[in-house]
């Protein structure tokens, strides 16, 4: 999932049924906020979003409005409970929110850097535990095999022995198929992963939830709620203008995964759109108007793709075959 080039916005998705029955019920205090306002005795605070996660008709859970929303309109934002900045990118960017850094201090190159103090604050919850061990290793393997998910599972690990987060933090999202290939390599990373906190001292009670089966149960479920993570900058702030300079975005800063945005499904013609201007907040904005009880969707991949080629990248990167209007009218 990432920013994507956008070739139409002309389909309406089907309206479900307004009275289904909300999964989850979100308030101001929750891990992402809304641009209204929650009432007239509190002007400036921030009320719940427009929407509840609701079941869909075939896509099991999926995010519906509440209320009509505006075409450009911000339906909310989300900041991740898990992030971790790309190999490429991790002396160039902050290590807690992947904001780009203003300046690198080539003397310090080896060492990861936070853009103030209270990124460097946030991050208590992993980085302490994370410089105790030698990653290069693990760094290697991600590296020369192209992969970017066992980062967000390392960080994981570090916050649940840390305490800042239970082992169990992404077990509501749903997880990916795999492969017996998948699993194999799955294996060598754990095992890269847990010799690298053994070899540092850190075993027993500290280590006891990190199992062969933990490993492969959070990256399966990282593999299709993480997001790709491409800053369009504070002067694209504007819709229209994020949406053409995603076309020329640089490279990705990292990845993370939220909660409330990996429950939106996937439309090749959606009408809401994440965008993310200067660090991993997400932003999730409509593309169009949008009825009450209508269920929002994003795109998942680049829908300047033709059909063979997004439903191919779909198969195969996510496991479901696309049913939306636009796939079914072969376009």
């Known amino acids: 999932m990432g920013l994507v080039r956008y070739s139409r916005w002309a389909s309406r998705l ?39 996660v609701a079941l869909t008709e075939s896509f099991g859970r999926g995010v519906f409005a509440t209320r009509k929303i505006e075409t450009g309109e911000l339906i909310h934002t989300a900041k991740p409970v898990l992030s971790h900045p790309s190999l490429s990118t991790i002396h160039k960017v902050c290590y807690c929110c992947l904001r780009k850094l203003k300046t690198t201090d080539s003397s310090q190159a080896q060492r990861v850097s ?8 946030q991050a208590k919850g992993f980085h302490d535990m994370e410089m105790r061990a030698d990653w290069s290793a693990y760094d290697d393997y991600c590296r020369s095999r192209g992969l970017k998910y066992p980062l967000l599972v390392k960080r994981l690990a570090c916050m649940v022995m840390s305490r800042a987060a239970f082992a169990n933090l992404l077990d509501i999202l749903q997880p990916a198929s795999l492969s017996p290939e998948m699993i194999v390599e799955m294996e060598e990373g754990f095992g890269l992963l847990r010799s690298a ?12 939830f990190l199992t062969k089966q933990w490993y492969i149960g959070v990256l399966a479920r990282i593999r299709i709620n993480a997001f790709r993570i491409e800053l369009v900058g504070a002067l694209y702030d504007d819709l229209l203008s994020s949406l053409a ?41 409509a593309l169009r108007d949008v009825d009450e009880g209508e269920e929002l969707r ?34």
């Open 298 to 331: 994003i795109c998942y991949i680049d829908a300047s793709m033709d059909h063979d080629a997004r439903q191919s990248f779909l198969s195969h990167g996510f496991g479901f075959q696309c049913n939306c209007h636009r796939c079914l009218t072969g376009d």
């Open 197 to 208: 906190f053994e070899n540092s001292n850190i075993t027993g009670e500290q280590m006891s």
């Open 245 to 285: 300079a995603s076309i020329e975005s640089e490279a990705a800063v990292g990845n993370a995964v939220y909660m409330l945005p990996s429950f939106y499904n996937h439309d090749c013609d959606p009408n809401a759109h994440i965008i993310w201007i200067e660090n991993a907040d997400a932003r999730l904005k």
């Open 114 to 121: 936070f853009c103030s103090d209270e990124c460097q604050r």
């Open 14 to 52: 089907k309206t479900l049924n307004s009275q289904t029955k909300p999964l989850l019920s979100f308030s101001s205090s929750s891990s992402f906020s809304s641009a209204t306002t929650a009432d007239n005795e509190n002007p400036g605070r921030p009320g719940p979003p427009p929407i509840r």
